[in-house]
């Protein structure tokens, strides 16, 4: 019955989660508020941040899991991708911790880590799976046929879906992260108001970067015509937004899915949190009558829980890695 610490410090959140025997015992986040003021993350004041709390995040995580520190039996930690400075603090404690009680380290991939966020609870998914990876930095289609046996089948060329929406929600006034008031006004709208393009590209790839301009043109003509436009259909124009994001992202994963002859698909990273893609993929399941997997909240945008258990799965099969392991902002799976 191993006991995992996860240490998630990819970006703006430092977190800290412990898992015994693949069963989630705590998982503690620490939002970075600092960055709203910037309108987007700033990689040297995230990791200054991740060092102010990374320590209480992992105390935390033990108090509320009601273990002791000698009770944990390897350190997985996210080793990339990521903004460096952020994943160089992660990567230290876990080096440090590991070395202090004598106990293993488990380097994780943090885009395989939102995949296997899946695994967490008990509802799991049968491989093989097609997971969509929407999140700030990437939007894959993943073939999952095992734990650690992924193959991205589609990817963005250009932004990430998180990205698209994060952009649009600045031009639109709204602080960051825009994704979750983007879903939030898009309840109050009609997603058929107005119409962005769909892009035509081959395979299971996808575009977002002509659908931000088109966005951006859209707003700046409307404003130019009335200045009051965005606040009088702030709704309207998130509704209409998600609506194209989400019939983007899903119909390349159908296109996929009946591709690769799969019917199990299922959503991971920061973008599952919204509520139009959620029931999306639900509908999209039922019309051909395949399984689909969504994660819980908490464990949808960036948390160590998801670290945990990628690091349960490493223990069992004796994945471990030495003490001059470095971080990697890059890193294929
Ligand atoms: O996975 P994540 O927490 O961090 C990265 O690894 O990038 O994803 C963050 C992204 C941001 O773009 C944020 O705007 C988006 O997830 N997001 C949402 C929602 N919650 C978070 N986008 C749309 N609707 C949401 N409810
Ligand atoms: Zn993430």
Not at 114 to 122: K, N, Y
């Amino acid at each position: 019955m191993p006991v995992i610490l996860g240490i998630e410090s990819s970006c703006d959140e430092t977190s800290a989660a412990i898992c015994a025997d693949g069963i989630m015992l705590s998982n503690i986040i620490a939002n970075q508020t600092i960055h709203e003021a910037y309108g987007g993350v700033v990689p040297e004041l995230a990791s200054r941040v991740h060092q102010q709390n990374i320590i209480p995040a992992v105390q935390q995580a033990i108090i509320n899991a009601k273990v002791s520190k000698n009770d944990i039996d390897a350190v997985a930690f996210t080793r990339g991708p990521g903004l460096l400075g952020s994943l160089l603090v992660g990567v230290s404690f876990a080096k440090a911790f590991a070395l202090a009680q004598n106990v293993p380290l488990i380097d994780i991939n943090h885009m395989q880590a939102h995949i296997l966020a899946h695994f967490i609870g008990i509802d799991k998914p049968q491989f093989p799976f097609l997971c969509l990876t929407v999140s700030g930095g990437h939007t894959q289609i993943v073939l999952v046929k095992d734990y650690f046996d992924m193959e991205i089948v589609g990817q963005t060329q250009d932004d990430a879906a998180g990205e698209a929406l994060d952009k649009t929600s600045k031009v639109l006034g709204l602080p960051y992260p825009g994704g979750p008031l983007i879903d939030k006004y898009a309840r109050l709208g009609n997603p058929d108001a107005f119409k962005f393009p769909e892009p035509n590209i081959p395979d299971f790839d996808f575009s977002f970067s002509g659908l931000k301009t088109s966005i951006m043109y859209f707003i700046r003509d409307n404003q130019a015509k009335n200045p009051d436009f965005v606040a009088q259909n702030m709704a309207d124009i998130c509704a209409s937004v998600e609506k194209r994001v989400v019939t983007i992202l899903l119909n390349k994963l159908e296109k996929a899915a009946k591709a690769y002859d799969v019917k199990t698909i299922a959503l991971a990273g920061g973008v599952s949190a919204n509520t139009g893609l959620r029931l999306g993929i639900q509908q999209l399941a039922d019309k051909h009558n395949w399984k689909s997997f969504i994660p819980a909240f908490e464990y949808c945008t960036d948390n160590a829980a998801m670290i945990a258990i990628a690091g349960h799965y490493k223990f069992l099969k004796g994945e471990f890695i030495g003490q001059q392991v470095a971080p990697l902002a890059r890193m294929p799976f």
